[in-house]
């Protein structure tokens, strides 16, 4: 070699891009420590309101249920109304 030549610089021979990604778990931290907890809570409280609203619509249902049979039973109180029921079952038959 000779005393005036320069040795290549080897510290720009790489790619530009990410380098190293050694640093990309300490990016995971954050996420697992944060984002996950807040995702359960997410989870936990869109079940409890959709078995709030299955309640609700089953209640609702009965509920119905339970005015049609009702206002059935009231409408065929009366002597009239028997006997008409009972026509028109003889009538099917």
Same mark, same amino acid.
């Given at each position: 070699?000779?005393?005036?030549? +320069? $040795?290549?610089?080897?510290?720009?021979?790489? +790619? *530009?891009?990410?380098?190293?990604?050694?640093?990309? *778990?300490?990016?995971? &931290? *954050? @996420? @697992?420590?944060?984002?996950?907890? /807040? $995702?359960?809570?997410?989870?936990?409280?869109?079940?409890?309101?959709?078995?709030?609203?299955? &309640?609700? @619509?089953? /209640? @609702? $249902?009965?509920? /119905?249920?339970? %005015?049609?049979? %009702?206002?059935?039973?009231?409408?065929?109180?009366?002597? +009239?109304?028997?006997?008409?029921?009972?026509?028109?079952?003889?009538?099917?038959?």
């Amino acid at each position: 070699m000779t005393r005036g030549a +320069q $040795l290549p610089d080897r510290r720009h021979d790489r +790619q *530009p891009g990410l380098g190293d990604v050694k640093w990309l *778990p300490l990016l995971l &931290i *954050p @996420v @697992v420590c944060c984002a996950l907890p /807040a $995702l359960l809570v997410a989870v936990a409280a869109a079940s409890a309101a959709a078995l709030g609203a299955g &309640i609700a @619509v089953v /209640a @609702v $249902l009965v509920l /119905a249920a339970g %005015v049609l049979v %009702v206002r059935y039973r009231r409408r065929c109180r009366t002597e +009239q109304c028997a006997a008409e029921t009972t026509a028109t079952r003889e009538a099917r038959a």
